[in-house]
């Protein structure tokens, strides 16, 4: 079993950044970020493969950039221009090269004045 700690969120003022991480206890071939507002389904944010190709919502194009530290078994998503409707929980997954796939225990994210 894969062990994945998620850390970074927060609240934050509309307009402003955070940076989420979420490492893990064992080297990961593709790692992916969503999140799940109340009421509402767990949604792809971004994602990023092994040699580092990356994909995004459209939501979140230009705003928020997914990368990657094989050496760390870690993954970061940068948000920038933050707005009310990112206000999720946030959560990592993590595919190994055999296709298990694994949830991080998620990380609040609040946009708010």
């Known amino acids: 079993q894969v062990q994945l700690v998620e850390s970074g969120g927060g609240l934050v003022q509309p307009g402003g950044s955070l940076r989420l991480s979420c490492a893990a206890s064992?080297?990961?071939?593709?790692w992916g970020w969503y999140r799940q507002a109340p009421g509402n389904q767990r949604d792809l944010v971004a994602s990023?493969?092994?040699?580092?190709?990356?994909n995004y919502a459209d939501s979140v194009k230009g705003r928020f950039t997914i990368s990657r530290d094989n050496a760390k078994n870690t993954v970061y998503l940068q948000m920038n221009s933050l707005k009310p409707e990112d206000t999720a929980v946030y959560y990592c997954?993590?595919?190994?090269?055999?296709?298990?796939?694994?949830w991080g225990q998620g990380t609040q994210v609040t946009v708010s004045s």
């Open positions: 997954n993590a595919a190994r090269r055999s296709g298990s796939r694994h």
């Open positions: 064992e080297s990961i071939y593709a």
């Open positions: 990023i493969g092994y040699g580092g190709t990356t």
